[in-house]
């Protein structure tokens, strides 16, 4: 841990909007490396996942929140309580929305329900590498005619540009305060949860439209091979249908395969060691109503 200066500010900042508008590519763009998985599915991220930025001027601690949508399970129930939540958790609010996208039903029903907080709000336009730039006033009077944001500040989450005016501007509603976490410390959640979201990243990205999002994944075992610097994982994929698993299998074994061998590169990298990664699959019927499985795949309702 950096020792501390007095001028050393810290806080949190919650990324919130419509699911699918770049909230995990701009945390893991500001921490240099991926800790929340990317998708180009809506309600990728289930739970908040803590990023945690460290530097010269303090710390900062992102929260990226499940997209907000109406629930249809008790799962998005259980996602959309998580996001609310956060806003007044925070000391700043970071409204994502999509340049290219516009402005949707989807951004006014969250917009209602950052008017009942005094958390500073952000704009955060993102994706204006896909914009032309003549589109990008007219989009921010829109927004900024339905809520009086403290700032506006368009990125290109993927490309990484103006992150560094975005950071600027966080750090200026920050106070001084403590360090959370050590400086060498980019996320609070444990290796278990990093590598299981590493393996369902993969699925949603090679089976495409054919998997929708009834698929968890639950980290059974992980041992460190006697006399060998090989770290052994094994995983399961679960589905809800019969025919979902057929799919993720594939034929004589090759979408398992090749979902195994993507997300083992993804854990070698969290982990630093050699991983052999063993992956099943089963079936639990209807598993996004049932209590007793989302407290098991940590969407732990009591929580919220």
């Keep these: 841990m950096t020792n501390q200066s007095l001028t050393q500010k810290s806080g949190f900042a919650a990324l919130v909007g419509r699911p699918n508008v770049g909230k995990s590519t701009l945390l893991n763009q500001v921490l240099g490396q991926k800790i929340a998985i990317m998708s180009d599915k809506p309600q990728t991220t289930r739970n908040r996942i803590q990023g945690v930025y460290t530097e010269e001027r303090g710390q900062i601690v992102f929260i990226d929140t499940p997209g907000i949508h109406k ?5 998005g129930d259980f996602m959309t309580r ?10 700043v ?3 994502l929305v999509d340049a290219k996208e516009g402005k949707g039903r989807g951004d006014e029903y969250i917009i209602e329900r950052l008017k ?8 955060i336009i993102n994706k204006i590498d896909e914009i032309h730039p003549d589109q990008l006033l007219p989009l921010i009077e829109e927004y900024m005619s339905l809520f009086p944001f403290k700032e506006v500040i ?24 403590p360090q959370f976490y050590p400086e060498d410390q980019v996320t609070d959640h444990p290796e278990r949860f990093l590598m299981s ?3 369902r990243e993969k699925v949603l990205h090679l089976t495409h439209e054919e998997i929708p999002h009834s698929i968890a994944v639950e980290i059974e075992q992980i041992k460190r091979r006697e006399n060998s610097e090989t770290v052994y994982v094994g995983a399961v994929i679960v589905v809800e249908r019969s025919s ?11 979408m398992l395969k090749e979902i195994g061998k993507l997300a083992r590169e993804d854990i070698q990298n969290i982990l630093g060691s050699k991983i052999f990664l063993e992956l099943w699959v089963k079936v639990e019927k209807d598993w996004r109503n049932k ?3 989302l407290k098991n795949f940590g969407y732990d309702e009591e929580e919220y």
């Design 244 to 254: 979902q698993k057929g799919i993720i299998i594939g034929k004589q074994g090759k």
């Design 291 to 293: 209590p007793k499985y």
């Design 82 to 91: 998580v996001a609310q939540n956060t806003f007044r958790e925070v000391d």
């Design 93 to 95: 609010v970071l409204f």
């Design 154 to 177: 368009p990125v290109s989450a993927l490309q990484g540009n103006n992150v560094p005016a975005l950071l600027e501007q966080v750090y200026a509603y920050l106070e001084e305060g």
């Design 71 to 75: 629930p249809k399970h008790r799962l």
């Design 197 to 199: 979201e590493m393996i």
């Design 116 to 123: 009942n907080i005094d958390t500073p709000v952000f704009l």
